[in-house]
T-cell receptor, first 115, second 116 residues
């Protein structure tokens, strides 16, 4: 099925470990982004990309790296996990810069716990 | 300062009645977009409706409509004929500028409970 695929769905890390959250879309969307959702809060932008090879920081980028080598994939790397990074992570994509009536398509999320 | 404010942490509505979820926003851009998303207990984010800042008419999508009052900077979601399946978190979000693909600013959400 077409859409945004995130893996894994659940992950437990120990403090200091590193890992990569995967995000892939098969809709030929240029624009992709990563958000985190903490309890009782809305989503906050971590990093975003306007096309292959182009990325930029969002509101809460510290502790995370991204790269965009292909249109389809936009992985999020946690360099040295901290308990403060316990959250639900969402990847989103859109075809156009303004998204408009098609909206942004979100993946199903990755629930990450750092102990 | 918060750019998206949802002042209702929780709302209750009787099945088959209409409900309005409030959203106010703050931006100095002339071109922007407003989105509403639904997040059921399963956790996925479901796109509901979009309003562009230059759209002259309020957006409608089935039972969802957006009451857009530009001068007041409000973009309230109206759900008509509520159903039990409407119980969920609802988020208002804004894209500032026309070419800010991927950059959404979210409010804190409103939890809607539909009573039978």
């Amino acid at each position: 099925n077409a859409g945004v695929t995130q893996t894994p769905k659940f992950q437990v890390l120990k403090t200091g470990q590193s890992m990569t959250l995967q995000c892939a879309q098969d809709m030929n969307h240029e624009y992709m982004s990563w958000y985190r959702q903490d309890p009782g809060m809305g989503l906050r932008l971590i990093h975003y990309s306007v096309g292959a090879g182009i990325t930029d920081q969002g509101e809460v980028p510290n502790g995370y790296n991204v790269s965009r080598s292909t249109t389809e994939d936009f992985p999020l790397r946690l360099l040295s996990a901290a308990p403060s990074q316990t959250s639900v992570y969402f990847c989103a994509s859109s075809y156009s810069a303004h998204a408009g009536r098609n909206g942004y398509t979100f993946g199903s999320g990755t629930r990450l716990t750092v102990v | 300062a918060q750019k998206i404010t949802q002042t209702q942490p929780g709302m209750f509505v009787q099945e088959k009645e209409a409900v309005t979820l409030d959203c106010t926003y703050d931006t100095s851009d002339q071109s922007y977009g407003l989105f509403w998303y639904k997040q059921p207990s399963s956790g996925e984010m479901i796109f509901l409706i979009y309003q562009g800042s230059y759209d002259e008419q309020n957006a409608t999508e089935g039972r969802y409509s957006l009451n857009f009052q530009k001068a007041r900077k409000s973009a309230n979601l109206v759900i008509s004929a509520s159903q039990l399946g409407d119980s969920a978190m609802y988020f208002c979000a804004m894209r500032e500028g026309r070419n800010q693909g991927g950059k959404l600013i979210f409010g804190q959400g409103t939890e809607l409970s539909v009573k039978p």
